[in-house]
């Protein structure tokens, strides 16, 4: 898979006289304890019935919730680094690992509601959470609004080690979707379906068409390519970690399904184009 890769930049600064800083104390969120109402907004058929009966793991704009009860504060979508092991680029939010390894009664999946404003970056660290060994999720389910619906897309993030390879059969390209600060792109890593330079697909993220340029790219990929039922549909997508969920929701949505037919139902994650 993909390596995450990311950066750093220091910044220093002096002076003369420094002014005396008084701590105000943010305000205690409320926890929530129903999906918030500022979810993505999504159509189209790549999404599926919001499970009622898992657990829900709520982000909005200030406060990460699970059922309801208050994990961590975060200020515009942001949790602090003290809050994450390793600090401001760490994955592992350390309060919510404990919080999902607490769960009274094992389930086998975790559905995330998550504000859409808030990044691809805080998404990857909440899965990243919920999967590490003292949490041992691998199953998610990502929330949306369609029209009113509460509605979600399935996912699974294998273990380590798993034998599970994009790629495998020389008949189907190692597809990827990228999104950085501009436009969705759809290529190959061994380049027969486009390079970053020069991909199969490009489309600016603020079409409105967007979704629906990407679903077409993809499917005629798809068609051409997967014909074989048994191979597996894998897919990758990167994105810079500041993408909005709008963006990642809509562009999930557009893998999903082609012409009321599944397609990509094995998504992987990476992080890039920063």
């Known amino acids: 898979m993909t390596r995450l890769a990311f950066a750093l930049a220091l910044v220093a600064c002096s002076s003369p ?4 800083a008084t701590a105000v104390e943010p305000a205690t969120p409320v926890p929530m304890t129903k999906p918030p109402s500022d979810l993505a907004r ?26 309801g009860k208050l994990v961590v504060a975060m200020q515009d979508g942001v949790v602090s680094g003290e809050e994450r092991e390793g600090g401001s680029l760490g994955r592992k939010i350390i309060k919510l690992t404990a919080a999902v390894a607490a769960l009274p009664q094992p389930h086998e999946r975790l559905g995330i509601a998550i504000d859409r404003r808030d990044s691809y970056d805080l998404l990857i660290a909440l899965m990243y959470s919920a999967k590490v060994p003292d949490a041992k999720f691998t199953n998610f389910s990502i929330y949306a609004d369609a029209n009113g619906r509460s509605v979600a897309i399935p996912i699974h993030l294998p273990d380590r080690g798993s034998s599970t390879v994009i790629g495998v059969a020389p ?88 012409g009321g037919k599944p397609m990509f139902d094995d998504v992987l994650f990476a992080s890039g184009f920063e």
């Open 17 to 20: 006289v420094k002014p005396v």
């Open 42 to 67: 999504v159509s189209g058929d790549g999404w599926e019935p919001r499970e009622p009966t898992a657990p829900m793991l709520v982000a909005t704009r200030d406060a990460i919730t699970l059922d």
């Open 171 to 258: 008949a189907q390209p190692s597809l990827i979707v990228s999104i950085d600060k501009t436009s969705v792109m759809v290529w190959s890593v061994d380049g027969s379906e486009g390079t970053p330079s020069a991909p199969s697909t490009q489309v600016a993220r603020a079409a409105p068409d967007m979704a629906a340029k990407v679903n077409a790219g993809l499917g005629a990929i798809f068609t051409r390519r997967w014909t074989d039922p048994a191979a597996p549909r894998q897919i990758v997508l990167m994105a810079s970690g500041a993408t909005d969920l709008q963006t990642v929701a809509l562009v999930l949505g557009a893998m999903r399904s082609f």
